[in-house]
């Protein structure tokens, strides 16, 4: 089902991004909560995890045709591609971070630190050094709906890097409440992570040195709409963002100049499409996608 774009511009620099005309497109519902979309340039087709159901599903682009990917999932959440063109996974179910290799099967990178089990991995990125970086909040294991409910056993909830060539399991950041969507910029010189742990929608900047070592921290962007969840950059460094029923464009410095209004609250997106200008978004219930003037940071 498709339907016109509804979109405020609090810019005009933001009509450079957009085209009035575009069509937001429903490809799939019936999802309970759709998280953690990836997209796959070899075989144009994006995957996503619909986690209370405990299932990954597939779009094949070339025919919009949806397929089971993945059940049971491990009710995972957040999913990336890294360098090598492999799937990256967080599972809540199974409190671990896991890799699909290209036959198929599974590789555990990260369960526990210091001996205890993660919470519930959250979100992932790779780094262009094949570094895993992600977010380890509790939402896993509060209840039964998005995982198992279970007792925590680390204190508190931590941002990691995993280096998969050594094993080793860094914390890099453990002053969050819930460390939610992250994202490098384009240059991979900061990580942005947000928190959705807080009163209000807070993103936060990180400078990234040698080694991984994180520093600076300071806050970047405040929403008094929504929670910010996932987020992705543009080749010209502007932020997309989840950002509760919309999705919001930020420039480099955090300017606001726009939203994308959205009929369902906004969980997370990535670029994809033969020219990474084809917004996938994972919204509550469905999948859609918008195709825009501007296309997204190659991470691949």
Same mark, same amino acid.
């Given at each position: ?53 405990? @299932? ?11 397929? +089971?990917? @993945? ?8 999913? $990336?591609?890294?360098?090598?063109? @492999? ?7 199974? %409190? ?10 599974? $590789? ?28 380890? *909040? ?17 204190? &508190? ?6 280096? *998969? %060539? ?5 914390? +890099?950041?453990?002053?969050? +409440?819930? *460390? ?21 929608? $807070?993103?936060?900047?990180?400078? +990234? ?49 726009? %939203?994308?209004?959205? *009929?369902? @609250? ?5 670029? &994809? ?22 296309? &997204?940071?190659?991470?691949?």
């Amino acid at each position: 089902m498709n339907s016109p774009a509804r979109y405020e511009i609090l810019d005009p620099r933001f009509e450079d991004c957009i085209r009035l005309s575009a069509q937001l497109e429903q490809l799939h519902t019936g999802n309970r909560w759709c998280e953690g979309p990836a997209w796959f340039p070899a075989h144009r087709s994006l995957v996503w995890s619909d986690i209370p159901n405990e @299932r990954m599903l597939r779009l094949d682009e070339a025919s919009n045709a949806v397929s +089971v990917f @993945r059940q049971p999932s491990g009710y995972s959440n957040g999913n $990336t591609v890294d360098r090598e063109g @492999r799937l990256i996974s967080c599972e809540h179910g199974g %409190r671990r971070v896991l890799r699909t290799e290209h036959d198929g099967s599974l $590789t555990v990178l990260a369960e526990r630190y210091q001996g205890r089990r993660l919470n519930s991995p959250n979100d992932v990125v790779v780094k262009s050094d094949g570094t895993v970086w992600f977010t380890d *909040p509790n939402y896993g294991i509060t209840s039964n709906y998005e995982g198992v409910k279970a007792e925590q056993e680390l204190p &508190g909830c931590y941002v990691y890097r995993l280096d *998969p %060539r050594s094993g080793e399991l860094t914390v +890099v950041a453990d002053d969050f +409440v819930s *460390p939610n969507g992250l994202a490098f910029s384009p240059d991979e010189r900061h990580l942005y992570i947000a928190d959705t742990g807080l009163d209000c929608g $807070t993103m936060r900047r990180f400078s +990234v040195g040698e080694g991984g070592v994180l520093s600076g921290g300071e806050v970047f962007i405040r929403c008094q709409t929504g929670f910010y969840d996932g987020f992705r950059f543009d080749e010209e460094g502007r932020l997309w963002t989840s950002a509760g029923s919309a999705i919001h464009c930020h420039l480099p410095d955090g300017t606001l100049i726009g %939203r994308i209004l959205m *009929p369902e @609250r906004v969980a997370n997106l990535v670029f &994809g499409g033969p020219k990474r200008n084809r917004l996938f978004i994972c919204a509550s219930s469905s999948l859609y996608a918008l195709l825009l003037a501007v296309s &997204g940071a190659k991470t691949f």
